[in-house]
């Protein structure tokens, strides 16, 4: 078991940044690419961005590229996400995710593909 805590959601401005933070503890010795998802009311849960369990690769959704920076040190099980020029349609709930990898350079983009899940953290981002 993997359990993972969210911190440093809040409510900035348009055009600021947040840093969030994703804390994992448990079974943490184990290889696990990480994932963030957000989820806006009334709509579905949506990727983010994800890194591998080595850091070798990352990948994020078009809306937040060149904005967002994932990045993970696997010594203090923690990934966080540098959240840069935020936007309103920025605000939603974030979720980190943990799935194990096979590999240290796999990262899995579906919410399904995860395994372990935080309790989230409210980014609201007023115009």
């Known amino acids: 078991q993997v359990q993972l805590v969210e911190s440093g959601g809040g409510l900035v401005q348009a055009g600021g940044s947040l840093r969030l933070s994703c804390a994992a503890s448990?079974?943490?010795?184990?290889?696990?690419?990480m994932g963030w998802f957000r989820q806006a009311p009334g709509k579905e849960r949506e990727f983010v961005a994800a890194?591998?369990?080595?850091?070798?690769?990352?990948y994020y959704a078009d809306s937040v590229k060149g904005r967002f920076t994932v990045s993970r040190d696997n010594a203090e099980n923690t990934v966080w996400l540098q959240m840069n020029s935020l936007k309103p349609e920025d605000t939603a709930v974030y979720y980190c995710?943990?799935?194990?990898?096979?590999?240290?350079?796999?990262?899995?983009?579906?919410?399904?593909?995860?395994?372990?899940w935080g309790q989230g953290t409210q980014v609201t981002v007023s115009s």
């Open positions: 995710a943990a799935a194990f990898a096979f590999s240290g350079g796999y990262y899995y983009t579906g919410a399904y593909e995860y395994t372990y």
């Open positions: 890194i591998s369990w080595s850091g070798s690769s990352t």
């Open positions: 448990g079974r943490t010795s184990s290889n696990y690419a």
